[in-house]
C-alpha cells in the first residue's frame, strides 16, 4: 500500500523531546511517557476506502491510514439501554473480533508496524491486550511475543497461542509481567506493542468515544463511566471528547466516572487525597484482573483527566462485581467480570455513602450515562 499520511511524531510529556515514531522509541530516557504530536489531519486520506460501520470511518482524526490488510472490521459496537438501570446504556465492546475493545488499539499498532517494517513485536498483558496483538500482528504476518501473568485464565490463553503467538508466562504479579516485557522491548529493532506505552493505541481506543458521539445524535452524553486499570480506555475517550469540543462537534465534555476494584484501586485512592500521581498499593485479589494494576504509568494524566471533566473516581468491592456479573448474564449479557465493575457502580450508588457517590448519583439522574461492556465472558467463564 502507498503511504498516504506522513507517520506524526512521539512526543515526550515531561521534556517535550520528540521521536520518530519509526525509532521504535517506547519511553523517553528521561522515564517521561510518550504521546502522538501534531496527529490531526482535517481531511480524510486518499486510499483505500474504509469498511462502513468500522472504526475507520473516523480515519481523518487516526495517525496511520487504513490498512485494508489488517482490518477485521473492528469497531461499531452498538449501543443498548440496560433493562434494569433506566439511566443507563451499554456500549456492547465484547462484540469486537477478538472479544475485547483492544482490538481498537490493537489493529492501529499492527497498521503502524506494517507501515514501518517491524519484523518482530513483544506486549505484555493480562489477557485482552495480548490477544488482540496477536490476532492483528498475525494478520500482518509479524511474528509476536505476548508476556502474561501465570495466573491468567486458560481461555485467554488458548485463545492467544490459536492466533499464533509466543506465550510467556511470567511468575507474580501484573507488574512482574510487564517489567519483563520491558528488557525484551529494549532489545534492537523489538517493536513494544504496548498498550500502555505506545501511544498510537491510545489513538485506535478514541474511536470508542467517537462512535458514543455519532451514536447519541452527534451529541455527547452527560457522563460516560469506564473501568480503569492502566487507564486506556479512559484517556481514550478523553482525547476522543477533547477532540470532538476543538472541533465545534460538541459544547461540552462530558463527565467521566472512573471505576476500580476496591481490592486494587490506587488511582481511587490517589483521586480521593487530591493527589496528583497514584503511588503503588498494597493489591488484594480481585476477580477483575483487566483492571488490577498497582501503579499505573499514566496515572497524572488519568487522574487530571477525571478531574477536566467534573468527574470523580469510585471502587467496588467483589461482591458488588459478582453480583453486577450476574444481573448482565440476567439481561442476556455474558460479559468477563472486569466488564462488570461499572454496571456494579451504578447500581450499587444510590446505597453508597460519599461525595464521590453523591457525584455519580447525580450525572445517573440525568438517564444519560453510557459505560462499555469491554470483555466477553468466555474469555473467563468462572465468576
Known amino acids: 500500500m502507498a503511504d498516504t499520511v506522513t507517520l506524526p511524531p512521539l512526543v515526550c510529556g515531561s521534556c517535550s523531546h520528540e521521536y520518530d515514531v519509526r525509532e521504535l522509541v517506547w519511553r523517553c530516557p528521561c522515564g517521561g511517557v510518550l504521546d502522538v504530536a501534531r496527529w490531526w489531519r482535517p481531511h480524510p486520506p486518499m486510499g483505500p476506502a474504509a469498511p462502513a460501520g468500522t472504526l475507520w470511518q473516523f480515519r481523518s482524526a487516526l495517525p496511520v491510514d487504513f490498512d485494508p490488510a489488517i482490518t477485521l472490521g473492528e469497531g461499531g459496537t452498538p449501543i443498548v439501554a440496560s433493562r434494569t438501570l433506566p439511566a443507563v446504556r451499554l456500549k456492547l465492546e465484547f462484540l469486537s473480533p477478538t472479544l475485547s475493545f483492544k482490538d481498537r488499539g490493537a489493529v492501529v499498532l499492527a497498521a503502524l508496524a506494517a507501515r514501518v517494517g517491524v519484523r518482530s513485536a513483544v506486549v505484555d498483558s493480562s489477557g485482552n491486550a495480548g490477544t488482540a496483538v496477536a490476532a492483528y500482528f498475525a494478520r500482518a504476518g509479524i511474528p509476536c511475543e505476548v508476556l502474561i501473568?501465570?495466573?491468567?485464565?486458560?481461555?485467554?490463553?488458548?485463545?492467544?497461542?490459536?492466533?499464533?503467538a509466543t506465550v510467556t508466562l511470567v511468575a507474580g504479579s501484573r507488574a512482574d509481567t510487564a517489567a519483563a516485557a520491558m528488557v525484551k522491548a529494549d532489545a534492537p529493532e523489538v517493536f513494544y506493542a504496548s498498550h500502555v506505552y505506545h501511544p498510537y493505541f491510545l489513538h485506535g481506543v478514541k474511536t470508542y468515544g467517537y462512535e458514543i458521539w455519532e451514536q447519541n445524535g452527534r451529541t455527547l452524553p452527560s457522563a460516560v463511566m469506564v473501568p480503569v486499570g492502566n487507564g486506556t480506555l479512559l484517556l481514550g475517550c478523553y482525547l476522543a471528547f477533547s477532540e470532538l469540543v476543538a472541533a465545534?462537534?460538541?459544547?461540552?465534555?462530558?463527565?467521566?466516572?472512573?471505576?476500580?476494584?476496591?481490592?486494587?484501586?490506587?488511582?481511587?485512592?490517589?483521586?480521593?487525597?487530591?493527589?496528583?500521581?497514584?503511588?503503588?498499593?498494597?493489591?488484594?485479589?480481585t476477580v477483575a484482573e483487566g483492571i488490577a494494576i498497582t501503579t499505573p504509568p499514566r496515572a497524572r494524566q488519568i487522574l487530571a483527566a477525571v478531574r477536566a471533566t467534573g468527574g470523580t473516581f469510585v471502587a467496588v468491592d467483589e461482591h458488588a462485581i459478582v453480583e453486577a456479573r450476574a444481573a448482565l448474564a440476567g439481561e442476556g449479557l455474558f460479559v468477563e467480570s472486569t466488564a462488570a465493575v461499572c454496571f456494579a457502580a451504578a447500581a450499587t450508588a444510590p446505597q453508597r455513602p460519599g461525595a464521590h457517590w453523591q457525584r455519580v448519583r447525580e450525572l445517573l439522574g440525568r438517564g444519560d450515562v453510557v459505560l462499555p461492556l469491554c470483555g466477553a465472558g468466555l474469555k473467563h467463564p468462572e465468576p
Open 149 to 164: 501473568p501465570a495466573s491468567t485464565s486458560r481461555a485467554k490463553l488458548a485463545q492467544i497461542r490459536a492466533h499464533g
Open 248 to 285: 465545534g462537534h460538541a459544547a461540552r465534555l462530558p463527565a467521566l466516572l472512573a471505576v476500580q476494584a476496591t481490592n486494587c484501586a490506587p488511582l481511587e485512592q490517589a483521586f480521593r487525597r487530591g493527589a496528583d500521581d497514584a503511588g503503588p498499593v498494597a493489591a488484594g485479589p
